[in-house]
């Protein structure tokens, strides 16, 4: 299993940013993927995650209104399209599924600083 994110960087407050997760060793349209988050000195969290087929979608409030998951089940890659961005959105972002056990990308930094 492979998941390779890509997309961060420096941002302004209220700018934007889409994260893609390029996936690879697994049937990637038969699992739930999903992004996590971790902040310096926080603890990881869910962002949103996102069903087989894309029909549905479930987001933290954090990103609620202003986050969007999809997915490319051709091209085995999801995205996350990332709006309104504030400081407090400041973290590494990694790609997560779950296949008997927890598999994470190895993160793309995302920094909301003027």
């Known amino acids: 299993v492979r998941l390779v994110e890509s997309g961060g960087g420096l941002v302004q407050p209220g700018g934007s940013l889409r994260l893609s997760c390029a996936a690879s060793g697994f049937r990637f349209s038969n699992y739930v993927l999903s992004w996590d988050r971790q902040a310096p000195g926080k603890e990881r969290e869910l962002v949103a995650a996102?069903?087989?087929?894309?029909?549905?979608?479930t987001y933290a409030d954090s990103g609620k209104g202003r986050f969007t998951l999809s997915r490319d089940n051709a091209k085995n890659t999801v995205y996350l399209q990332m709006n309104s961005l504030k400081s407090e959105d400041t973290a590494v972002y990694y790609c997560?599924?779950?296949?008997?056990?927890?598999?994470w990308g190895q993160g793309t930094q995302v920094t909301v600083s003027s």
């Open positions: 996102i069903s087989r087929a894309g029909s549905s979608t």
């Open positions: 997560y599924v779950y296949i008997v056990s927890n598999y």
